[in-house]
């Protein structure tokens, strides 16, 4: 018979996908890799033979463990699956699957939930980053039903708040990996930057386009998609990515002024599809690059006055306003908080061909 794998199918702030426990899967990783392709439906453009839902955003994957080092109570890894390529990339941070790992770990029975409100620390092995996510759990059991709402997601449901640390130089070494506010490359200034999340920052006037096109607009924009490409395969070695042609990092936000009332507007590429919204580390690191002189995105930010050194920066994106509070000690970011919700969308398991693997017991 074959084995199913035990899942909790998440929505996590803008993504989904589902979540695993690491007992639960293969612990050689490229059987693991393999189990989870088959799972996924990959590689297939469509992904029509698995759970992956076609698109970089629905194309996710948590997997969660216990800390036996005391630095964390909950381990993450997330792993972001190549849809058509049939990789699985554990590489990059995705703060938006975060949102979801202690919900799936309670559901799971991994942790066990406090009355009223569980605060727990995450840490995300891929690069080791620690987040305190906060979820509403009446009865120690997490809630999904809120007026909390977020951009990109049409309902509304309970707040999760996040808050990271140290996340500067998670994948490069360093928050300005060439030391830089500003490079220029082929003619382009660009601010390369990594608080989370390597991301390449260009203005959209300098690749001809204003910033505020739809979504489908720069996806259709053949053009601008391979000049964006070409300035990315550079960037990636010099923040120390090395060949990135098939890595889905820096990803890539282009920034203008905001024209609805934020401090920025932007159009990321993640890094080939332009973002329905914006990613949580994604957006951590672009709002950290509006607040530093000399960056791009601080040539066209509208920013307002800290408030005891917390300064709240509404990012604007294709579908609304994505909030960042930054804490600050002088010009250096020390803490990012934000809000999101995520949602259990299903659980149950996941079957696996005997002939590919027969489950952790046999
Ligand atoms: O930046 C998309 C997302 C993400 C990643 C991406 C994310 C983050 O929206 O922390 O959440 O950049 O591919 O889930």
Partial sequence: ??????????????????????????????????????AMGSPDARQIDGLGGAHPLTSKIGILSLPTDGVADLDFLFAQVGIAEGTVDTTPNCGNMLAAALPAALEAGLLRGDEGTTTRRVRTLNTGVIAEIAVLTPGGTPTYDGVANIDGVPHPGSPISCGFLD???????????????????????????????????????????????????????????ARIELLRLAAGPLM??????????????????????GALCTRTFIPHDCHAAIGVLGAVTVATAAVMK????????????????????????????????????????????????ARLLMRGGVPVSPS???????
Avoid: Q
């Fill in 294 to 341: 000399g960056s791009v995105a601080h040539d066209v930010a509208k920013l307002v006055d800290d408030v005891d050194h917390v300064r709240t920066l509404s990012i604007e994106h294709p579908t609304g306003e994505f909030s960042v509070e930054l804490a600050l000690d002088g010009d250096r970011v020390v803490r990012a908080a934000l809000l999101r919700t």
């Fill in 356 to 362: 590919l693997w027969r489950g952790p017991r046999a």
């Fill in 1 to 38: 018979m074959a084995y199913e794998i035990p899942c909790w199918y998440m929505r996590g702030g803008t993504s989904k996908g589902p979540f695993f426990l690491a007992r639960d899967l293969p612990s050689d990783t490229a059987l693991r890799d393999a189990v989870i392709l088959a």
């Fill in 240 to 261: 120390n990515l090395g060949d990135v042609s098939r890595k889905p990092v820096p990803k890539v936000t282009l920034v203008a002024a905001p024209r609805a009332g």
């Fill in 167 to 225: 996340t500067a130089g998670s994948l490069t070494g360093s928050l300005l990996p060439t030391g830089n506010t500003r490079d220029v490359i082929d003619g382009v200034p660009v601010t390369l930057i990594d608080n989370g999340m390597p991301v390449m920052l260009i203005a959209a006037a300098d690749v001809g386009v204003t910033g505020y096109e739809s979504r489908e607009e720069l996806d259709a924009n053949t053009p601008l998609k």
